[in-house]
């Protein structure tokens, strides 16, 4: 090679080594300090945007996850405030049992009627629960409602049994006789709007026309007798369990307003004796659909995943005492001042405790599918948390002796420049 003293290609070639190496060296640092191999978009562009949109979904997940436990919690004051109404439900229809019974006077009665109001009004208490603000059961959080009339349907009696079937003539299901005698009484009592209402004719009328008699106080003549029984709050047909023929009772109106909370029906002979077997088959009527009032849609949305529209919808029914037939729009209370009332107050009773248990199954599978839905969150961002760490953590092994030889060579050719740089001044032996 000549011998020249303007350009120094060895220091120039070895300067451009240092540089690398520098570089090398700075990125080897920045990756063994930080943990990750990519720090950057130029340390892989196509990497990094992957590794950031797998961040992005991370944390969409655990704050999905985040608001699935919340849900779980608003859950869990719905489900004890409905829990608590179940259990005042319980202790109202042992008082009302024990008021229905004679060994009581009407002191008695007039006692126990003070512990049933002030339970009823821990009933509303309970329905206005509230969790951050938000009232829960109070019937502010409704599905979409279409109004719906109380229907009450008795699938004991024989199917072939109409509205026109005369008391005398009537069977069960498998076809027996109830044997009640055209002599027999049989009582109708009514419940609405806290009031109690009774109505009696022989075994020798017809159905028709005992109904007809409660249409004053908010029965509908008119008894649908197949398989069909009504609307539900969707306006979708309701038909029977087993969609054969039963008899089926409405109220004249729709709404909680026009509800009827109890219907009860009573056989007795001419000695004032309860024929039983018939009560047992005539008494059966149950509440097939509970009256509601029109709502709008103000379900609670619990949003569980991490695009548009991934949520849970609940909708928690009214459960407040008027809305359950224990009181009227006026705070009248159910009345169990007579044997009669009280005994009424029993079917009143158990449809309440219908209407509350419904309402706490929905609140009890929604906080189920909350727990799977939290677990299969936390498992979600788990697996792509695993698969952004494969593409942007660092091999802490690798690193560290890819940053050691960096750091080899970044001293080698520090030297070597030194010696490069010496080399020009050979040349001034020349000009001696």
């Keep these: 090679m000549s011998m020249v003293v303007k350009n120094n290609m060895s220091a120039v070639s070895t300067l451009n080594t240092l540089n690398k190496n520098s570089s090398a060296l700075a990125s080897s640092l920045k990756k063994v300090s930080s943990g990750m191999k990519i720090n950057s ?8 945007a992957i590794s950031e949109r797998m961040r992005v979904q991370i944390r969409g997940l655990d704050q999905a996850n985040q608001n699935t436990q919340n849900g779980t919690s608003m859950m869990k004051v719905a489900e004890g405030a409905v829990s608590s109404t179940v259990d005042i439900l319980k202790t109202l ?6 008021a229905a019974n004679d060994t009581n006077t009407d002191a008695d009665r007039a006692t126990i009627q003070k512990e049933l109001d002030q339970s009823i009004d821990q009933i509303n208490d309970n329905a206005n629960v509230t969790y951050n603000g938000k009232y829960l059961v109070d019937g502010s959080h409704n599905s979409k409602v279409t109004a719906t009339t109380t229907a009450l349907t008795n699938e004991s009696l024989n199917s072939s049994t109409t509205s026109a079937a005369v008391f005398s003539e009537m069977k069960d299901r498998n076809g027996n006789s109830l044997n009640i005698q055209a002599s027999d009484t049989i009582t109708m009592s009514v419940v609405k709007e806290g009031k109690t209402s009774t109505f009696s004719v022989h075994g020798s009328d017809k159905l028709s026309d005992l109904v007809k008699c409660g249409a004053s106080e908010g029965l509908s003549e008119s008894i649908d007798s197949g398989s069909t029984i009504g609307s539900d709050v969707a306006g979708d047909t309701v038909g029977t369990a087993d969609k054969g023929n039963a008899l089926t009772i409405h109220a004249s109106g729709t709404g909680v307003a026009n509800q009827i909370s109890g219907l009860t029906f009573s056989v007795t002979n001419t000695k004032g004796q309860v024929q039983k077997s018939a009560n ?10 509970r009256a509601q009032n029109k709502s709008d849609d103000n379900a609670i949305n619990l949003q569980v995943g991490t695009k548009a529209n991934q949520s849970i919808r609940v909708g928690l029914t009214d459960m407040r005492a008027e809305a359950l037939g224990l009181q009227s729009s006026t705070g009248k209370t159910i009345q169990i001042g007579t044997q009669m009332q009280a005994n009424a107050a029993v079917n009143v009773l158990d449809n309440a405790v219908q209407k509350a248990l419904d309402q706490q199954t929905t609140i009890g599978s929604v906080q189920s599918r ?6 299969n969150l936390t498992t979600a961002s ?7 760490s494969t593409i942007r953590d660092a091999d802490m092994a690798k690193e560290m002796t890819e940053y050691t030889k960096n750091n080899v060579l970044l001293q080698a050719a520090q030297s070597m420049l030194a010696q490069a740089n010496q080399s020009s001044s050979s040349v001034l032996s020349l000009l001696q």
């Design 370 to 375: 909350l727990s799977y839905t939290s677990s």
């Design 41 to 48: 978009a130029a340390d892989d562009a196509s990497g990094y």
């Design 382 to 388: 788990e697996n792509v948390q695993a698969s952004e």
């Design 93 to 98: 229809k042992e008082k009302v049992i024990n």
């Design 280 to 289: 047992a088959v005539l008494d059966n009527f149950t509440e097939s659909i």
